[in-house]
């Protein structure tokens, strides 16, 4: 009996010892350790790596660039099973311990003497947390140590809910991304909140290999983890035996998807890119912040619609170039097979690969990648003249095999009423710019048919020949310079022998080459007649003229000093016409463009706000900005649409500088109102508005084909052409045929709804009758004599002048 006391005592003692020893080693590996512990309050103020995102004026997403995906979200936006699947998976004790799990260290400890190799075991979500964000994944009893003193730190510090909250945001789940709320936009295409049980589980197995057994690198294995995650689920009482079984049975259903941009506007978001990355270097992938643009939701996917739709209607004037390739199909082949020859095949421009499997006389049958079995009747594919040359194409084909044959590779055009036909990716290109001309916010741009084929972004780097849409602002300066709408000048063959011109010119009308004799300015620059508007140019002097321009925001250096200028061979860009369009449809004043409203740092801080100069013509020192004109989106319940700008006007707002009267400027928006009523731009007329004003533009050689127009509320300006300016888009095309239709297919839905308003004549403007022949006053009782306005002190003659009763532009 002694002896066994004895014994026990020995024992006791023993432990008792080892006990003490142990607890002195711990102590000490503290005092060791501790000093390069970091301060756990950092993690309340982490900021963790989130990607540049740009979005819409009204919050829809545009963009995000970043290495690294990530959406931050807060505990309480993580649904519940998605933290019931990470906590069964990854630590089914983490609620009780303390940070560090004593048995999965045992068990670690057990295996290492056992086997002599050192694992991840033992490691608790919050030492998970430990380890992502303080220490390295170097497997050393040191760095082990600091992450089970490190987790116990934490556990003390932070709650159980803001640890999770670090962990889900933090952890790597392959594929770029990081967190939950990246996994389940990059595997689902979708948000947390709407992932199902078996998505949820999937996702909160990646952590044990996100890289290699990810669904997209290996579903098998990624399916096993799963299962294992919803074994745990089960097991722990998150999910019923009959919410396991069905989840079980569920099929796999991750792809990769790319950050869900709402609205398409990559050249925007390239130019947000370029000026974020230009002012915070690479930081601005990083740093979480966001840029809320000028862009506005509803019209960017019009202005996007319009230039694809114009472009390809101009391809396929000019006739069928043929088939992208040519592919042997399998006999017998199934949808499987076919789907094989286009998988792969880049869609371009909203247009369908797809692959010709039988013609019939007038229709054929295609598989197309993303919409599997097509049949195109006649109407999709009768257009396909065989193109011989840009101003040549073959005879009308009479059946699908003149066109066709089986197993040619083509592209498809889906059109909004459901019809499939047969088409091409255009040879031209093009770009649209809507802007506001009260302040100069950038509404809408597309800066050509397809970023993902051409990044050039045309519509603020193209500097092109703006052709006839430059004539306004030299006819402007001519009415200040005293000449007037009615002035009359000869419309009849002209030889320049200019010193700055190396040869003898022979200038002719382009869009309408005819000579009319005598014309009236207003008639001249709504038929764009070249002969006319020289003979103004000649008269008013092109040093003033291109001094003039600068008031619109040109540079002089951009404009050539001679005569040619007349016929608008300067070098512009599509942005620069619009700004200079706005000094007309604001009443005089120049405004800068601008793209970027603020911009909003990763802590939610507002850093820049936009504080545009506007336009007003009635404000003084303590007056009122205007509403604002930019055509915004209705709501459900209006009837109408309301205007309202995109930026809130400052506390103290800037002024835009006048630059021209606005006598002047009303007088040429009546003019530009003349081109869209009868002259170059009447096809306009079809939008059955009488509040749209315009000019049409050709450069030389049909290379360049403008429409620039506005209202009282937007700026649109379109243009149509080769990247080499050299090369024609072929003869008769037109601004009228080939910008306009543009104009009119964004303008129409753009302006749908907006109640039409009158431009409103300013003080200072006189109407007088006049002979239409000879530009002089007129009485009553002359033959044809017709109405036109003037500036007070520009009438042709004195004579008794009345005010319009009305105030509207009757011409």
């Known amino acids: 009996m002694r002896r066994s006391l004895k014994t026990l005592y020995v024992v006791i003692g023993a432990f008792t010892g080892l006990f003490g020893l142990g607890m002195l080693a711990v102590v000490i590996a503290y005092i060791v350790v501790a000093p390069s512990l970091p301060s756990v309050a950092v993690l309340k103020d982490i900021h963790l790596q989130v990607p540049l995102r740009v979005y819409s004026r009204d919050g829809q997403l545009l963009a995000s660039f970043g290495e690294k995906r990530r959406i931050p979200l807060t505990y309480e936006q993580i649904p519940k099973p998605v933290v019931e699947a990470f906590v069964a998976a990854e630590d089914e004790h983490y609620w009780e311990h303390p940070g560090v799990s004593i048995r999965g260290l045992l068990r670690a400890a057990i295996h290492l003497a056992l086997t002599g190799q050192k694992t991840e075991g033992g490691g608790t979500i919050t030492m998970q947390v430990a380890r992502n964000f303080f220490l390295s994944r170097e497997k050393t009893y040191t760095r082990k140590l600091k992450e089970v003193f490190l987790a116990l730190k934490i556990e003390h510090e932070l709650s159980k809910e803001d640890i999770l909250d670090l962990y889900l945001n933090k952890i790597y789940l392959g594929n770029r991304a990081y967190g939950v709320g990246a996994a389940a936009e990059v595997y689902y295409g979708t948000d947390v909140a709407h992932l199902s049980l078996p998505q949820i ?35 722990d009482g998150y999910i019923t ?46 740093a979480g912040y966001s840029v809320v643009t000028t862009i506005d939701s509803r019209l960017q996917p019009l202005a996007e619609q319009a230039v694809r739709t114009g472009l390809l209607d101009y391809d396929k004037r000019h006739g069928w170039r043929g088939p992208i390739a040519q592919v042997s199909l399998p006999v017998n082949g199934s949808q499987s097979d076919w789907a094989k020859l286009v998988a792969g095949r880049v869609h371009i421009g909203g247009l369908y690969p797809a692959v010709a499997l039988k013609l019939e006389n007038q229709s054929a049958d295609f598989y197309v990648d993303g919409a599997g079995m097509v049949s195109v009747d006649w109407n999709g594919l009768k257009w396909a003249r065989r193109f011989i040359s840009i101003n040549s194409v073959g005879a009308r084909p009479r059946s699908a095999s003149d066109i066709l044959k089986r197993g040619d590779i083509v592209y498809l055009e889906h059109a909004n009423n459901g019809q499939w036909s047969l088409s091409q990716v255009p040879t031209a290109q093009g770009a649209l710019v809507c802007i506001d001309p009260f302040d100069g916010a950038i509404a809408a741009l597309v800066g050509g048919f397809d970023f993902d084929v051409s990044k050039f972004n045309r519509a603020v780097q193209a500097q092109r020949q703006p052709g006839s849409s430059f004539k306004p602002f030299y006819y402007s300066a001519a009415l200040e310079d005293g000449l007037t709408p009615a002035t009359v000048i000869n419309n009849s063959p002209v030889v320049v022998q200019d010193p700055a011109l190396a040869n003898i010119w022979r200038p002719q009308n382009y869009e309408k080459n005819e000579f009319g004799g005598p014309t009236r300015l207003r008639v001249a620059l709504a038929d764009s007649l070249n002969l006319v508007s ?149 096809a306009a007329g079809s939008l059955g508005r009488n509040d749209l004003a315009g000019k049409t533009g050709t450069s030389n050689d049909w290379s360049d084909a403008w429409f620039d127009g506005f209202n009282n509320d937007i700026v649109t300006v379109v243009w149509v052409g080769n990247d080499q300016p050299s090369q024609s888009l072929g003869d008769g095309e037109q ?28 003080p200072g403007i006189v109407q007088a009758r006049i002979d239409p022949r000879t530009g002089l006053l007129a009485s009553a009782n002359t033959p044809g004599s017709i109405f036109e306005y003037f500036m007070v002190g520009h009438l042709p003659l004195k004579t008794q002048a009345k005010k319009p009763a009305n105030g509207n532009n009757i011409f």
């Open 201 to 235: 589980a999937m996702i909160a197995g990646l952590p044990k290999a996100p890289s290699t057994d990810n669904p997209l690198i290996n579903p098998q294995r990624a399916m096993v983890r799963r299962g294992y995650v919803l074994g745990r689920m089960r097991d």
């Open 735 to 762: 601004g009228a045929k080939a910008a306009l239709p543009i104009w009119m297919d964004f303008m129409g839905p753009a302006l749908q709804g907006v109640p039409q308003a009158p431009f409103i004549e300013p």
């Open 241 to 286: 035996p009959s919410e396991y079984q069905q989840a079980m049975a569920a099929p796999m259903t991750a792809s990769y998807h790319e950050p869900a941009a709402e609205v398409n506007a990559p050249y925007v978001a390239e130019m947000v890119r370029d000026y974020m990355t230009s002012k915070y270097g690479d930081d601005a992938y990083t």
């Open 534 to 682: 020289i003979r103004v140019l000649q008269q008013i002097g092109v040093k003033y003229a291109i001094n003039y321009a600068t008031k619109f925001g040109f540079n002089a250096a951009d404009l050539p000093d001679n005569l040619t200028l007349a016929l608008g061979s300067a070098s512009l860009t599509p942005l620069e016409m619009a700004r200079g369009y706005a000094v007309f449809a604001n009443h005089g004043f120049r405004v800068t463009p601008y793209f970027i409203q603020r911009i909003i740092d990763g802590s939610g801080q507002v850093i820049y706000s936009a504080d545009p100069q506007v336009a007003c013509d009635t404000c003084g020192s303590t007056a009122t900005v205007p509403s604002g004109n930019a055509v915004n989106t209705p709501s459900p319940a209006a009837s109408t649409q309301t205007l309202a700008k995109p930026v809130a006007p400052p506390p103290t707002p800037q002024f835009a500088p006048e630059v021209i009267t606005q006598q002047n400027a009303w007088l040429m928006t009546s003019m530009l109102q003349s081109v869209v009523q009868y002259g170059t731009g009447a």
